[in-house]
Each structure stands twice: as structure tokens, then as C-alpha cells.
Antibody
């Protein structure tokens, strides 16, 4: 059974870059689609973006050019980099698998809380 | 892209049925049969309960069902149980190959 685990700093300063890694176990990131989703405190879910099985990426246009999603197939990991963060980027960040890239995320990490504060 | 529209809250008594709506546009819900629904209990990661409008993943109760008409998708929960009390989110694939979520609906079992 595939498992996902997010890791990274829990505190990031304003204007800096938020970087998180998702480690995938018992499954290959060279198959399926891999997503980042976030949830601000007390609010709803927001799709951040995908990295596809072939390395192609797609992200939420509302985040403009602040988002970069990368992968390391040798480590079976993919990562999120969000630059120029503000307090509005404070959220629980989830990574998830989407079998066909249609929004049907079927396996989720437990989530990691990131706070943007000086 | 604008979030899909869901009611902020719904409630029902044990044994009853409730329906949660999720309204989008022709560029998302209306254009594709790629609507998913997620259940989220406090402090937990979301769990997919419906995908591709009306399909249930293995292990999900048959009390959960989904449908779509035009730009609006719906999730129906029959035979409400206390354990169904949670937040529910819809999402849809979009014409820009992205995904958009609804704002979420809090279900209270009275």
C-alpha cells in the first residue's frame, strides 16, 4: 500500500521560500500524478499543483509564478517550493497521489503545518 | 479559477438522508465527468469517498452516492450515522487541466 510523508520546516519567514518534500513509499512517482494541496487554518482545501508521471508540472494559476514542483526519481520524492511567502501561505500542506490527474486523490500524506512568521 | 460553491453547513438526524450540492461552471463541473468528493474529520487528512461523479472507492459505504446535472454535482448520504459528522469537499477537473475545490460543507448529525 503506497504511503506518502511530508517533511520540511514548520516555520518560514515572510518573503522567503517555503520548501517541502514528499517521500513516497511502496509506489513509484514515475507512475500516476502527484499533488500538493494546502489548507489554511479553519479554511478549505486549495489545490496547489501536480507533477505528472513524466515530470511535467501544472499549478494553480492563482499562485502565479511563485510555485515550483520538482521530483527526484532516484529518491522517489517530489517537492514543493513556494517563494515570496506571506502570512496568507500559513497552512497545513498535504501531498497526495492522483491516479489519473482528474482530482481523485486517493492516497494522502498526514499533512505538515507551515507557519509564515518573522 | 474560482472555488466551486458549496453550502457552508447542512444537518440531519440519524437515519435521515442529506444532500450536499457543489456548483461550478461549464469549464469545470459542466464540462467533465471528473468530480470527486472528500470527507475530512477534524485533524485528519481528507479521504476520497466519490470519484468520477458517482464512483465509490473500495471500502466506502454504499450510503454515499454522487450525481451530476449540468454545472452542479451532488453528494447524498443516506442512513446518516454519527460517524458521518465531518467536513465534505467537492472538486472538479477544469478546462485548464487544473483542479478546483469547493469551499467545504460542515455536516452536523443532530
Amino acid at each position: 500500500q503506497v504511503q506518502l510523508q511530508e517533511s520540511g520546516p514548520g516555520l518560514v519567514k515572510p518573503s522567503e521560500t517555503l520548501s517541502l518534500t514528499c517521500t513516497v513509499s511502496d509506489g513509484s512517482i514515475s507512475s500516476h500524478y502527484w499533488a500538493w494541496i494546502r489548507q489554511p487554518p479553519g479554511k478549505g482545501l486549495e489545490w496547489i499543483g501536480y507533477i505528472y508521471y513524466n515530470g511535467f508540472t501544472n499549478h494553480n494559476p492563482s499562485l502565479k509564478s511563485r510555485v515550483t514542483i520538482l521530483r527526484d526519481t532516484s529518491k522517489n520524492q517530489f517537492s514543493l517550493h513556494l517563494n515570496a511567502v506571506t502570512a496568507a501561505d500559513t497552512a497545513v500542506y498535504y501531498c497526495a497521489r492522483d491516479p489519473v490527474g482528474s482530482g481523485s486523490m486517493d492516497v494522502w500524506g498526514q499533512g505538515t503545518t507551515v507557519t509564515v512568521s518573522s | 479559477q474560482s472555488a466551486l460553491t458549496q453550502p457552508a453547513s447542512v444537518s440531519g438526524s440519524p437515519g435521515q438522508s442529506i444532500t450536499i450540492s457543489c456548483t461550478g461552471t461549464p469549464s469545470d463541473i459542466g464540462g467533465y465527468d471528473y468530480v470527486s468528493w472528500f470527507q475530512q474529520h477534524p485533524g485528519r487528512a481528507p479521504k476520497v469517498i466519490i470519484y468520477d461523479v458517482s464512483h465509490r472507492p473500495s471500502g466506502v459505504s454504499i450510503r454515499f452516492s454522487g450525481s451530476k446535472s449540468g454545472n452542479t454535482a451532488s453528494l447524498t448520504i443516506s442512513g446518516l450515522q454519527a460517524e458521518d459528522e465531518a467536513d465534505y469537499y467537492c472538486n472538479s477537473y477544469t478546462s485548464s487541466s487544473s483542479v478546483v475545490f469547493g469551499g467545504g460543507t460542515k455536516l452536523t448529525v443532530l
